[in-house]
């Protein structure tokens, strides 16, 4: 495939890996969190750890929008899905993600909930002028990345005068989240010494909202796009910020972000959303000012007001460590549910629902290591 | 049925299915003649009985069922029809054998066009003769609409096993070479590409094709040196070595880079957030080999215009946890695993 094979160039992984292994101090642990899920698929797909040195970690961060959504608006969308004139329109990846007790949204479909798998805000919106008597609501989830696409739909809804549809939003932002995580956890230690930023979020957002905390608390952040070649060449960048002191934000995805972001898309969506005073997210808890909801004069499309959702505290497995996963503070493997009773195909935690999430990303493409550690 | 009897002949343009075509009545009966029997016309169903009588030949027989729901029922390089034809005949290949006779039964949603069914049943017949393997029996219903999607096809498949093989899947040591016949994902892909909603252009057609010609090429060529064969329909090449590692307590270790896989496929799988491992295919066949006869089956298997890219892709290795690996081209490791749950594509 053309401009993308480019950046899968095993003799370029190879030439970059010896940089790295050349330039790494062997005396010094470099622990590397990648935010986002497409980073982590990418380490996990290209199985780029084999080709660092030990003492190179790569910490999978929180950054797939399925994983972090919490059991509470998992509930509240089977609720919304179970009304009888409601059709839920939902990305295919939220399907299995488990809420309270086991249901999921799989499962209330299978028990003639109306809900349809979309592959777009689009195909949404023309289930709506197709169906006039339908609800239909959009579950509206993801990052800045998808915020856009979400903003689109409305702004066409609101052209056509569609009654009918509405959007159940569960957009959140990634500068607090990372805050979140460098600021520590509510117990656990945080160990993370650099940051793999987001790409397609900061082809949105721009590289400047990482600037403040990378002075604050003093971690290199090194923004890169999602191919396998890009992640490499962002940890040989922070191994040499981290190697020369330097606490910097860098960008090694010039091909598509720039420090300012798409201007356009930053307006439309201050036009239309307002920051929530707080959020939850899964493995975070409660992050003040990280997700945005529908602004007053588009409540018609908010499902959140037009159907009186109310706030549900749903509650995790208690074995689980997602939490801790999430924030570094744990591998996979040292959760007892992992690979036991929690499986990508039985998932009970966040993480290994999505196969963007660090335990089934472990799990689908990384298990092996683990036998051969104990083995050797 | 009395040819003296006036009949209007079925609307094969615009007349649709309605439930007398599957009441055991004339309509039924017309149904067949004009639309089966035309199509699949062979000397067993022309004598119009409710079985296929024949000679049972020496030796292991095997004998295989699959049902054909895909969606939509035509699809680039083929359609249901000769999906069902293909589709059985490489089931009973897959054992070495050669396949002898198939039937089919269909169920058929009210309100189907008759033109949809009789291209179907055309297109089964042309594929069943280019095979040489008839559909010497079979049944028709038809089902209030809304309870079926158009039609459902089973075919059952009969053939005989030349003397002295055995494939099996446990039967795989470490150290077999795991022979791939062409590229993947072709069928997969070609089917997705005019699904509802996700419709998008691609030159690719189906794989669809019935591969008991090369498999007799490969038995003649390696004969019980072949553990087992697979075609990797339905969960791909990963569902199917995981099979086989799981059977015979074995693992693999294959190479990302010696896979064909076509740009086309590559592409759309890039675009959909698919692994081309996970993918259907409905035309290639995974044999696994003893390490001594590889290189001969991959010659004869290349001389076929069905296995012109059949490449060695990989070997069984000692493992009891039963892994499949895969070195990436990136240079380094990862697990090929079962599919889990539907393919759905990634959202960011």
Known sequence: MKYIDEYRDGGLARTLAARIADEADPATLYRFMEFCGGHTHAISRYGIADLLPGNIRMIHGPGCPVCVLPVGRIDAAIRLAQRPEVTLCTYGDLMRVPGSGGASLLKVKAAGADIRMVYSTLDAIRIAEAEPLREVVFFAIGFETTTPATMLAIRFAAERKLANFSIFCNHVLTPPAIRAILDGGESDHVGIDGLVGPAHVSTVIGTEPYEAFAKEAQKPVVVAGFEPLDVMHAILMLVRQINDGRHEVENQYVRAVTRAGNQKAQAGIAEMFELRESFEWRGLGTVPLSALRLKQGYAAFDAERRFDVEDIAGRDNPACECGAILRGAKTPTQCKLFGTVCTPDTPMGACMVSSEGACAAHWTYGRFRDHAKAAS | ?348
């Open chain 2, 1 to 348: 049925m009395n040819s003296k009897t006036y009949r209007r002949r079925l609307d094969l343009e615009h007349g649709r299915i309605d439930l007398s075509h599957g009441s055991g009545g004339r309509a039924m009966a017309q149904l067949i003649d004009e639309i089966f029997h035309a199509a699949l016309a062979n000397d067993w169903l022309s004598r119009g009985n409710d079985q296929a009588a024949f000679d049972v030949a020496a030796g292991r027989m095997v004998m295989t069922t699959d049902g054909y729901v895909v969606s939509p029922l035509f699809f680039p390089g083929g359609d249901i029809g000769s999906l069902a034809v293909h589709g059985t005949i490489n089931d009973v290949a897959m054992a070495g054998a050669r396949p002898l006779y198939l039937s089919a039964s269909f169920i058929i949603e009210e309100g189907f066009p008759l033109a949809d069914l009789k291209r179907i049943a055309d297109s089964m017949g042309a594929a069943a003769r280019a095979a040489g393997v008839p559909v010497v029996t079979g049944d028709t219903k038809v089902v209030e609409r809304g309870k079926a999607d158009g039609v459902f096809i089973s075919t059952t498949g009969i053939g005989v096993v030349p003397a002295g093989l055995d494939l099996s899947a446990e039967k795989v040591l470490p150290g077999d070479r795991v022979i791939l016949s062409g590229s993947i994902g072709d069928h997969g892909v070609a089917v997705m590409s005019k699904r509802q909603n996700l419709t998008f252009d691609t030159d690719l057609v189906s794989d669809s094709a019935a591969l008991h010609g090369l498999v007799a090429a490969m038995v003649e060529a390696a004969g019980s040196a072949i553990r087992v064969m697979r075609d990797p329909t339905r969960g791909g090449i990963a569902a199917t070595l995981n099979e086989l590692a799981q059977a015979s307590g074995v693992g693999f270790r294959i190479a990302e880079d010696a896979l064909p896989v076509k740009p086309q496929v590559a592409a759309a799988c890039e675009l959909l957030g698919l692994d081309p491992l996970h993918v259907a295919n409905e035309g290639k066949l995974v044999a696994i080999v003893a390490p001594d006869a590889a290189e001969a089956l991959l010659a004869a298997m290349r001389v076929h215009p069905l296995g012109r890219d059949a490449a060695i892709i990989g070997e069984a290795i000692e493992d009891d946890h039963r892994f499949v690996q895969m070195t990436t081209g990136f240079g380094g490791g990862r697990i090929v695993d079962w599919l889990s749950g539907e393919q759905l594509p990634r959202i960011c």
